[in-house]
């Protein structure tokens, strides 16, 4: 049976732009992922209890969830971009017979997205006091 090796750019990349989804869990542990499948399930029954709880801001409902979705995805593109490469061949590829060597890609993800998540975690806040003191006088 071939073992493959998990590659901790790959995984970085997909946390980033998909971790919302949880795609890069289903690209490490596989389909079997209870806690992969348990986010999709969770966000899928959450926005259904908001549409039927507020059925006239369901976009905002949406929103909110998306938007934590999104940020959970970016601080799991930061454990996984973080990790030293041999904690990560440790935990992912100890039978697979080769090493990581990761280099400067995944440290130019890693800093995209904490620019990213520090963007969006600026314009969310700026966003709710906006809503929150002023009605959205601002916009």
Known sequence: MVISHKNKTLSTLLATVFGGLGAH????????DY????????????????????????FIAFLILAIISFFAGLIGALVIGLTPDEKWDAQFNTQ???SSNS??????????????????????????FDLYLTGGAFG
């Open 25 to 32: 869990r289903f690209y490490l542990y596989g389909k079997k």
């Open 35 to 58: 806690w992969a499948w348990l986010s999709i399930l969770a966000f899928a029954l959450l926005s259904l209890a908001a549409i039927t709880e507020m059925p006239q801001s369901v």
């Open 96 to 98: 697979s017979g080769r």
């Open 103 to 128: 280099g400067w890609t995944v440290i130019l993800l890693v800093v995209i997205t904490f620019a990213l998540g520090s963007t969006a975690l600026i314009a969310t806040l700026a966003r709710g």
